[in-house]
């Protein structure tokens, strides 16, 4: 459920050193400004973003803020970061093709991070299989007797093993994941 205007900004005592009241907040009137521009009406943006009309219309009059990860949905259809979505007036003059500039370099520079942690990925699965081919030679140059009394070694190998084939099966699953949303 979206903040209402009482727990928004209400609940925050002007005195928490935490709060910087003097940090500009466009939330509201750039919602609405690139909302238009977008040529979207409310229930439009609404529905794109899984919300309702009355909370495009409470954000936009600044009756309620969105939670996190509607503000970033929103800030990501509207083509702005979030930040940009919430400190600076896209109303002035060449602050919103800044705002656009900002946005294409952080774009740029996640699907940079995106591209060094597959490489490092790929890296870490090679090391792995090297590792795990070098165990394999190894053990077949041992004799019976050298095999049998490292086989306690070998089942713990082999469960490391296990275990950095699922973290690899995991963090390339989670690095997939955040391609498709970058």
């Known amino acids: 459920m979206e903040s209402s205007g009482n727990t928004s900004k209400g609940n925050i005592a002007p005195s928490d050193p935490q709060v910087d009241s003097d940090l500009p907040n466009f939330?509201?009137?750039?919602?609405?400004?690139?909302?238009?521009?977008?040529g979207l009406s409310q229930q439009e943006l609404?529905?794109?973003?899984?919300?309702?009309?009355?909370?495009i219309t409470s954000y936009e009059?600044?009756?309620?803020?969105?939670?996190?990860?509607?503000?970033?949905?929103?800030?990501?259809?509207?083509?702005?970061?979030?930040?940009?979505?919430?400190?600076?007036?896209?109303?002035?003059?060449?602050?919103?093709?800044?705002?656009?500039?900002?946005?294409?370099?952080?774009?740029?520079?996640d699907k940079d991070r995106i591209a060094i942690a597959l490489q490092?990925?790929?890296?870490?699965?090679?090391?792995?299989?090297?590792?795990?081919?070098?165990?394999?030679?190894?053990?077949?140059?041992?004799d019976d007797q050298t095999k049998q009394s490292l086989q306690p070694l070998g089942h713990y190998f082999d469960q490391l093993n296990d275990l950095n084939q699922r973290v690899v099966t995991e963090?390339?699953?989670?690095?997939d994941r955040i391609k498709c949303h970058c």
């Open 61 to 109: 009059t600044g009756t309620a803020e969105p939670k996190i990860c509607k503000l970033l949905s929103i800030s990501k259809l509207l083509g702005v970061t979030s930040r940009d979505l919430t400190r600076m007036d896209l109303s002035h003059p060449g602050q919103l093709e800044k705002a656009w500039d900002r946005l294409i370099a952080e774009e740029r520079a």
């Open 120 to 142: 490092t990925l790929e890296e870490l699965e090679e090391v792995a299989q090297s590792i795990t081919k070098l165990h394999s030679f190894k053990l077949k140059t041992l």
């Open 27 to 38: 939330i509201a009137s750039n919602i609405k400004l690139l909302r238009k521009r977008a």
């Open 171 to 175: 963090y390339r699953g989670l690095l």
């Open 46 to 55: 609404a529905e794109r973003v899984g919300l309702n009309r009355s909370n």
